[in-house]
T-cell receptor, first 113, second 114 residues
Framework: EAQVTQNPRYLITVTGKKLTVTCSQN?????MSWYRQDPGLGLRQIYY???????DKGDVPEGYKVSRKEKRNFPLILESPSPNQTSLYFC????????????FGPGTRLTVT | AQSVTQLDSQVPVFEEAPVELRCNYS??????LFWYVQYPNQGLQLLLK??????LVESINGFEAEFNKSQTSFHLRKPSVHISDTAEYFC????????????FGKGTKLSVKP
C-alpha cells in the first residue's frame, strides 16, 4: 500500500526547544515536500526536495530546515520553535510533470507554547 | 506570481442538493489541475485530476470537474451531495515545466446538512 508516514502525530513543545518531525514514504518517489496548514490560509509549502541531497525553499521556509539523505526520508527540523509555528504540518511525496499526484501523510499537529 | 483562487471559503448545502465549488488559477499556460479532499481530522486525498485530453474528469464518488482553458477555471461539481461529502476541498495547480510544486487554493469547506 502506497504510504506516507509522519511522526509524531501530535506534539506540544515550548519555545526554543529543537524538534524534528519525521516523514517517510514507501513509493520510491523522487519528489517530497512539507506543507503547513493554517485556518483561512490553505496549504503553504515550506520546503521541497526533488531528489536525494537536493532541497529548495518553498513559500514559507523561515524557521525551518530539512534534509534528504535518503530517498524515502525527508525530516522537518525546527531549530528554535516559536509560537507562530503552531500549525498542522503535512508531508507529501509524489512524481513530477504528468505524474504529479502527491500523496499526503496524516499530518502532525504542533503546538508551541 | 502564479496563484489559485477558491472563491468560496464555506459552502453550506442541504443533502441531495447540487453543489459547485469554484476554482480559478492565474495563468493560461499549460497546467495540471487537481482537487484534493480533506475529511475532518484527516490528511489530504486526491479526488480527481486533469492532465490532458477530455476536459471533463470524474471521481469514483460522483464528483466531476471541468477544465475551462479560456476562463482558467476548474470548478468541482456534484449533482446530489450526501452528508458524508462534508469536508474541506482544495484546488491545486501545477504549471507544466515548473519544478513540480503544487500551488493550493485556500480551501472550501463544504457542509452538507440533513
Amino acid at each position: 500500500e502506497a504510504q506516507v508516514t509522519q511522526n509524531p502525530r501530535y506534539l506540544i513543545t515550548v519555545t526554543g526547544k529543537k524538534l524534528t518531525v519525521t516523514c517517510s514514504q514507501n513509493m520510491n518517489h523522487e519528489y517530497m515536500s512539507w506543507y503547513r496548514q493554517d485556518p483561512g490560509l490553505g496549504l503553504r509549502q515550506i520546503y521541497y526536495s526533488m531528489n536525494v541531497e537536493v532541497t529548495d525553499k518553498g513559500d514559507v521556509p523561515e524557521g525551518y530546515k530539512v534534509s534528504r539523505k535518503e530517498k524515502r526520508n525527508f525530516p522537518l527540523i525546527l531549530e528554535s520553535p516559536s509560537p507562530n509555528q503552531t500549525s498542522l504540518y503535512f508531508c507529501a511525496a509524489g512524481g513530477r510533470g504528468e505524474h504529479n499526484e502527491q500523496y499526503f501523510g496524516p499530518g502532525t499537529r504542533l503546538t508551541v507554547t | 506570481a502564479q496563484s489559485v483562487t477558491q472563491l468560496d471559503s464555506q459552502v453550506p448545502v442541504f443533502e441531495e442538493a447540487p453543489v459547485e465549488l469554484r476554482c480559478n488559477y492565474s495563468s493560461s499556460v499549460s497546467v495540471y489541475l487537481f482537487w484534493y479532499v480533506q475529511y475532518p481530522n484527516q490528511g489530504l486525498q486526491l479526488l480527481l485530476k486533469y492532465l490532458s485530453g477530455s476536459t471533463l474528469v470524474e471521481s469514483i464518488n460522483g464528483f466531476e470537474a471541468e477544465f475551462n482553458k479560456s476562463q482558467t477555471s476548474f470548478h468541482l461539481r456534484k449533482p446530489s451531495v450526501h452528508i458524508s461529502d462534508t469536508a474541506e476541498y482544495f484546488c491545486a495547480v501545477n504549471w507544466v515545466g515548473s519544478q513540480g510544486n503544487l500551488i493550493f487554493g485556500k480551501g472550501t469547506k463544504l457542509s452538507v446538512k440533513p
